[in-house]
């Protein structure tokens, strides 16, 4: 069965009265250009950089550091926590089936 059909599917299976609002077909993102990860790693290496640069600035790097892991777990939570923010950040949209591994349905209700 194709994905789309499967996805069409299990919509209909908990609400059968409803069409969905949409549905996106997904394939995984390559791990070095998902976008929970590039620009942290980026801002990671800035501070790596200021810090080799500029040792006497060590305080001022810390808490940017800190700021920066603070931010990149508040990421990760909220992509565990969204689902549409998980595809967001993990996926990107694909227009066939055949090369979709994922597919997001959202009901008509959903806001």
């Known amino acids: 069965r194709p994905a789309r059909s499967r996805a069409l599917a299990?919509?209909?299976?908990?609400a059968l009265?409803?069409?969905p609002r949409s549905v996106a077909l997904l394939a995984p993102r390559?791990?070095?250009?998902?976008a929970d990860v590039v620009p942290f790693a980026l801002l990671y290496a800035l501070g790596l950089a200021a810090y080799w640069s500029r040792p006497h600035l060590l305080g001022f790097v810390g808490y940017g550091f800190t700021a920066v892991t603070a931010l990149h777990v508040l990421a990760a939570l909220a992509a565990y926590w969204s689902v549409r923010l998980r595809c967001a950040l993990h996926f990107?949209?694909?227009?066939d089936a055949r090369e979709a591994t994922a597919v997001l349905v959202v009901p008509e209700g959903d806001g």
């Open 10 to 14: 299990m919509s209909h299976a908990h």
């Open 17 to 19: 009265d409803e069409e």
């Open 30 to 34: 390559s791990p070095l250009l998902r």
């Open 92 to 95: 990107r949209r694909v227009p």
